[in-house]
T-cell receptor
Framework: DADVTQTPRNRITKTGKRIMLECSQT?????MYWYRQDPGLGLQLIYY???????NKGEISDGYSVSRQAQAKFSLSLESAIPNQTALYFC??????????FGEGSRLTVL | GEDVEQSLFLSVREGDSSVINCTYT??????LYWYKQEPGAGLQLLTY?????DMKQDQRLTVLLNKKDKHLSLRIADTQTGDSAIYFC?????????????FGGGTRLMVKP
C-alpha cells in the first residue's frame, strides 16, 4: 500500500462545481502539502500544514481551501471549480524541510 | 524573490552521459535537491547536496554545485532507458515558516535505445 494516498486519482467536473481532493498518509509525518503541477511550470505550492492546528497559504491559494482533519489527513477543496484549475494535484508529506514524499497525484479536468 | 530554472527537454542515447542543469537565484539556499518523476507517478527524491559542498557522487549520479554562479547540475552516467523521466531541481530556504522548497519547471529526459 502507498504511504501517501490520494483520492480520486482522476476527476472530470464542470465549471462551478465543488470538488474535494483527499489525502491520507501512513508515514506519521506532521507536515503535509498540496501542490499543483502544470506542464513546464514545475510544482506550485497551494497550501501547507505543519500540524493539525496549523494551516498556511502557499503561492497560489486563491480559489482553494484546505482542511487538516487529523495528522494523517489533509484535504483540498475547490469551492467553485473553473477551467484554469485543470491540472495535476499532488499531496506530499515531510518529516522535516527537505525530503518530500508524494502521492501519485489527482488529475482534475474542469470543463 | 526566488526562482529556479531548468531547460525543458534533453534527449540522449542509451549508454551516454546525461547532464541536467539548473540555475537558482536565492543565495540563502541551504540544501538543493533533485527529484525524479516517472510517468503517472509522484516525485521521488533522487539526491541532494548541502550548500557548502561542491560535489556529491552516488553511484551513477554526480551532483555539482557552483554556488558563486548559483548553478546546479545532475550528471547521470551510463544513462539507461529506465532513466527516462522528468527531473526537478529544488532549493530549500529557511524563512519564518520553516524550511520550504521551491521547484524548477522540470527537465524531461528522453533516452533513446
Amino acid at each position: 500500500d502507498a504511504d501517501v494516498t490520494q483520492t480520486p486519482r482522476n476527476r472530470i467536473t464542470k465549471t462551478g462545481k465543488r470538488i474535494m481532493l483527499e489525502c491520507s498518509q501512513t508515514k506519521g509525518h506532521d507536515r503535509m502539502y498540496w501542490y499543483r503541477q502544470d506542464p513546464g511550470l514545475g510544482l506550485q505550492l497551494i497550501y501547507y500544514s505543519f500540524d493539525v492546528k496549523d494551516i498556511n497559504k502557499g503561492e497560489i491559494s486563491d480559489g482553494y481551501s484546505v482542511s487538516r482533519q487529523a495528522q494523517a489527513k489533509f484535504s483540498l477543496s475547490l469551492e467553485s471549480a473553473i477551467p484554469n484549475q485543470t491540472a495535476l494535484y499532488f499531496c506530499a508529506t515531510s518529516p522535516n524541510a527537505g525530503e518530500l514524499f508524494f502521492g501519485e497525484g489527482s488529475r482534475l479536468t474542469v470543463l | 524573490g526566488e526562482d529556479v530554472e531548468q531547460s525543458l527537454f534533453l534527449s540522449v542515447r542509451e549508454g551516454d552521459s546525461s547532464v541536467i542543469n539548473c540555475t537558482y537565484t536565492d543565495s540563502s539556499s541551504t540544501y538543493l535537491y533533485w527529484y525524479k518523476q516517472e510517468p503517472g507517478a509522484g516525485l521521488q527524491l533522487l539526491t541532494y547536496i548541502f550548500s557548502n559542498m561542491d560535489m556529491k557522487q552516488d553511484q551513477r549520479l554526480t551532483v555539482l554545485l557552483n554556488k558563486k554562479d548559483k548553478h546546479l547540475s545532475l550528471r547521470i552516467a551510463d544513462t539507461q532507458t529506465g532513466d527516462s523521466a522528468i527531473y526537478f531541481c529544488a532549493e530549500s530556504r529557511e524563512d519564518n515558516a520553516g524550511n520550504m522548497l521551491t521547484f524548477g519547471g522540470g527537465t524531461r529526459l528522453m533516452v533513446k535505445p
